[in-house]
Nanobody
């Protein structure tokens, strides 16, 4: 089965940086990954997409609220594991949320596989 694990969350002051990582594991996972993405959910709000990357061609997407500050990257991929990162710079208090990574399969209906989330807190 596919498993996703996030790491790198924490507490940072406004204007600071954090780097989140996501490891997605599963047999032959890189052969059926269509896209991977980062989502976030702030307290009392709905989950929203932050950034995504088409796995084989590298095309990226960013929410307007993070474009120019965040950078998503595909770090590595092999038959057993995909690794992805989200570099977050110039963080703002409104970036405070639980961040989730997710995976969409080729031919799948949206993002089917999710990590457990990692907390990012930005203090003012």
């Amino acid at each position: 089965q596919v498993q996703l694990v996030e790491s790198g969350g924490g507490l940072v002051q406004a204007g600071g940086s954090l780097r989140l990582s996501c490891e997605a594991s599963g047999r032959l996972i890189s052969t059926y990954t269509y896209a991977m993405g980062w989502f976030r959910q702030a307290l009392g709000k709905e989950r929203e997409i932050v950034a995504s990357i088409r796995w084989n061609i590298g095309t990226t997407y960013y929410a307007d609220s993070v474009r120019g500050r965040f950078a998503i990257s595909k770090d590595s991929a092999n038959n057993a594991k995909n690794t992805m990162s989200l570099q977050m710079n110039t963080l703002k208090p409104e970036d405070t949320a639980v961040y989730f990574c997710a995976l969409q399969r080729l031919g799948g209906q949206g993002y089917e596989f999710w990590g457990q989330g990692t907390q990012v807190t930005v203090s003012s």
